[in-house]
T-cell receptor, first 110, second 115 residues
Framework: DAKTTQPPSMDCAEGRAANLPCNHSTISGNEYVYWYRQIHSQGPQYIIHGLKNNETNEMASLIITEDRKSSTLILPHATLRDTAVYYCIASSGSARQLTFGSGTQLTVLP | GAGVSQSPSNKVTEKGKDVELRCDPISGHTALYWYRQSLGQGLEFLIYFQGNSAPDKSGLPSDRFSAERTGGSVSTLTIQRTQQEDSAVYLC?????????????FGDGTRLSIL
């Protein structure tokens, strides 16, 4: 899996958009970008994934740069329940298992 | 719909005892993964099952660890002669198939404590 780099922590005001960046400058052409989050004492929760195009689902939007070297996860209206550690993962075709890095601790403030 | 279910949610046992952890994947998911997460650490891959293929056991830390998946559905992770360093949260995930384009969905894990 390509190495990903994320800021260790971010704050966001409740109701505002949370924009979480991820750098994956060595990503290969067939690697997908996945985002998961983990709330304390729960298992990781899948959020969204993409290859080249921007993606949107009921939870979030994923913006991938044209050169695919970085991406941004957007939570459009953050709530207190979105406080969690967010992980960005580049998933290769050869490794079945996911490799989680340190992630970004997002704290949504009231 | 129902997600990945793991049981028990918590297990406390004495050093040297055997433990069995159970995972019920999402119905129809052919790929199943076991990971463990030690306190403050990232996820450590243990084993991967895909359909009827031989499992990928490359992540199992020792021969005290084994896993099986019966009927292509439920999986059991067994740890024999438990040691204190086995204390961790054991997570199970499943996906529709074992490919890059199918997200893994995780259960909430079994928190194992070895006294």
């Amino acid at each position: 899996d390509a190495k990903t780099t994320q800021p260790p922590s971010m704050d966001c005001a409740e109701g505002r958009a949370a924009n979480l960046p991820c750098n994956h400058s060595t990503i290969s052409g067939n690697e997908y970008v996945y985002w998961y989050r983990q709330i304390h004492s729960q298992g990781p929760q899948y959020i969204i994934h993409g290859l080249k195009n921007n993606e949107t689902n009921e939870m979030a939007s994923l913006i991938i740069t044209e050169d695919r070297k970085s991406s941004t996860l957007i939570l459009p209206h953050a709530t207190l329940r979105d406080t969690a550690v967010y992980y960005c993962i580049a998933s290769s075709g050869s490794a079945r298992q996911l490799t989680f890095g340190s992630g970004t601790q997002l704290t949504v403030l009231p | 719909g129902a997600g990945v279910s793991q049981s028990p949610s918590n297990k406390v046992t004495e050093k040297g005892k055997d433990v069995e952890l159970r995972c019920d994947p999402i119905s129809g998911h052919t790929a199943l993964y076991w990971y463990r997460q030690s306190l403050g650490q990232g996820l450590e891959f243990l084993i991967y099952f895909q359909g009827n293929s031989a499992p990928d056991k490359s992540g199992l830390p020792s021969d005290r660890f084994s896993a099986e998946r019966t009927g292509g559905s439920v999986s059991t992770l067994t740890i024999q002669r438990t040691q204190q360093e086995d204390s961790a949260v054991y997570l199970c995930a499943s996906s529709l198939e074992g490919s890059r384009n199918q997200p893994q969905h995780f259960g909430d894990g079994t928190r194992l404590s070895i006294l």
